[in-house]
Nanobody
Framework: VQLQASGGGLVEAGGSLRLSCAAS????????MGWYRQVPGKERELVAT???????NYAASVKGRFTITRDNAKNTVYLQMNSLKPEDTSVYYC???????????????WGQGTLVTVSS
């Protein structure tokens, strides 16, 4: 199983970006999916999560500006980021709790990270 994140880039403050993260391989089911971010020297922090029944949770710093959604048919999670601020600059990582076709165990997988840079 792999998670492939994309959509990062350079944007001016106030702009928007949309991140995508697709799971591939022997995926049987996906429960929770989410986005985290990390800057050098700091711990990885939660940005947003979404459950299999579309219940969402956001960090206070992004609530009202970011929206997490998922497409279960495509095993993909999205993060729409609006009104971006310089402090949103970070490497964004996706994760997903996946049960594979060959196991009854649910495992948390992580994507490779995508860099978002917001200029002032």
């Amino acid at each position: 199983v792999q998670l492939q994140a994309s959509g990062g880039g350079l944007v001016e403050a106030g702009g928007s970006l949309r991140l995508s993260c697709a799971a591939s391989g022997s995926v049987f089911s996906i429960s929770s999916m989410g986005w985290y971010r990390q800057v050098p020297g700091k711990e990885r922090e939660l940005v947003a999560t979404i459950t299999s029944d579309d219940t969402t949770n956001y960090a206070a710093s992004v609530k009202g500006r970011f929206t997490i959604t998922r497409d279960n048919a495509k095993n993909t999670v999205y993060l729409q980021m609006n009104s971006l601020k310089p402090e949103d600059t970070s490497v964004y990582y996706c994760n997903a709790d996946i049960t594979t076709m060959f196991s009854v165990v649910t495992t948390k997988y992580w994507g490779q990270g995508t860099l978002v840079t917001v200029s002032s």
